[in-house]
């Protein structure tokens, strides 16, 4: 899985289908609950990706906001549960073969994972509230056992969301409880 565009972004088992045009962060993280957030089913979802969402040119466009925004509407949808985000630089990829992973990178570009588990305020006219975010950076070469585990990661972010403002609230090692 590469961060070519909507090849990419059609592998999860939910997908962001533009049905309204595109939506930046800011307008994301202002109006989750939107029409522009037009979140569904992939159309190719691989079964490696269950429970997962992808975006590509993640950095390059400031993608941040618009993958928690979607991580935050899956959640309020299904009410249950927890929901991974995949976002993948330009000129990243994400090889995941047997039950391990691998990333390549060319510029400096990385993968982000984001678990978010909410809970998650998503209604007409609020801006984005998400509790219960977990973020990794996995640069050039980086590799593990797939499904992807947070509690094994280096280097794990908690972030929050709160009135569509993303915060880091800490920073933990790899078996770290907090």
């Not at 908690?158 to 907090?178: F, P, T, Y």
């Amino acid at each position: 899985m590469g961060g070519t565009s909507a090849g990419a972004v059609s592998m999860g088992e939910a997908a962001f289908d533009a049905r309204h045009g595109t939506v930046t962060s800011d307008e994301a993280l202002a109006g989750p609950a939107d029409a522009a957030v037009s979140v569904g089913p992939s159309n190719m979802p691989q079964p490696e990706l269950r429970n997962m969402i992808v975006d590509s040119h993640f950095t390059e466009r400031s993608r941040e906001g618009r993958l928690l925004a979607f991580l935050g509407r899956l959640l309020a949808l299904h009410r249950a549960g927890s929901f991974v985000g995949i976002g993948i630089d330009e000129g990243a990829a994400l090889e995941i073969e047997d039950d391990g992973y691998r990333v390549s990178s060319v510029r400096g570009g990385a993968v982000w994972m984001y678990e978010a588990t909410g809970p998650a305020v998503v209604q007409p006219g609020r801006p984005l509230s998400l509790d219960g975010i977990r973020r990794v950076r996995l640069a050039d070469e980086a590799s593990g056992r797939w499904p992807f585990l947070f509690d094994e990661a280096e280097r794990v972010q908690e972030l929050v969301v709160e009135k569509g403002e993303v915060r880091v609230r800490g920073v933990s090692a790899a078996g770290d409880s907090r």
